[in-house]
Each structure stands twice: as structure tokens, then as C-alpha cells.
């Protein structure tokens, strides 16, 4: 029998799949209006806690700015990014405009279009990193 190594425990096993499928995303608010500060920015985050707890995601880094949110997760493969960021979109957009009527002046509260990026193992790290490091810019 061989030993485990710690990374062997960062692969998410299933019922016919071993997979490590870590996505980067950027979500930009339409017309990159910086909107998420404050209480905005707490229930967005809340949000994607809600929906990385529904789906079984692994949240590996989240930074919320005031005009772009960074979100890194590692997924299941039944599950396409595409899905994945209409979800995050859908759901944040019909929440916050619920909850924050001043959200509902803009004519959308996202950009139509994302930036997803997958990342393999060696450079899961330095986009966390990346991610942690908006703040101090």
C-alpha cells in the first residue's frame, strides 16, 4: 500500500470521477460601477458562501471589490463554468437588487460577459495569492 501524499487529498473523488478542477472567476458590474462596498459587498459574499454550500463546491479564495469580485473554487466536473457563473449572477443579481433598491437605477447589475480561467496544481497557489494581494493594491 502506498502513502498518501497531501496533495492526493485535494483531488474530489465520486462515483466514477477523481477530479481537481479549480476555476478562477472575475465578475465585473455593468459598466464596471462600483457598487460592491459595504453591506453590498457582505451579501454578495454571503451569496456565494450560500451557493458554494448548496452545490458542494470548495471555496479557495473570494475578494469582493468595489467594481470586479474574484472567485476561485474548485468544482465538480458535472457542473461547466458557464452553469457556474449564471448561477453566481442570477442569484446575486436578483438578491441584491431586492435588497438594495439604489442597485436597481443601473439597467442590469452585471456585464454580460465573466472571465474564467482553469488552473492546475502548480499554479493553484499563486492565483490564491493573487486573489488574497487585491487588497493591498
Known amino acids: ?3 498518501l501524499s497531501s496533495k492526493d487529498y485535494e483531488y474530489r473523488r465520486a462515483e466514477g470521477s477523481v477530479s481537481s478542477l479549480n476555476y478562477h472567476f472575475v465578475f465585473v458590474p455593468k459598466r464596471r460601477k462600483a457598487v460592491l462596498t459595504g453591506d453590498v459587498a457582505e451579501k454578495m ?4 458562501f450560500e ?10 479564495a473570494i475578494e469582493i471589490m468595489p467594481d470586479h469580485v474574484h472567485c476561485f473554487l474548485n468544482v465538480p466536473p458535472n457542473e461547466s463554468p458557464s452553469d457556474i457563473a ?9 438578491h441584491l437588487r431586492a435588497e438594495f433598491p439604489e442597485l436597481k437605477k443601473m439597467p442590469c447589475m452585471w456585464s454580460p460577459s465573466y472571465f ?10 499563486i492565483v490564491k495569492q493573487y486573489i488574497e494581494n487585491q487588497r493591498s493594491k
Open 86 to 94: 449564471r448561477w453566481i449572477k442570477g442569484r446575486s443579481s436578483h
Open 51 to 60: 451557493l458554494v454550500n448548496e452545490h458542494g463546491w470548495k471555496l479557495i
Open 116 to 125: 474564467v480561467a482553469s488552473t492546475g496544481q502548480v499554479s493553484t497557489e
Open 1 to 3: 500500500m502506498s502513502k
Open 45 to 48: 459574499q454571503s451569496i456565494i
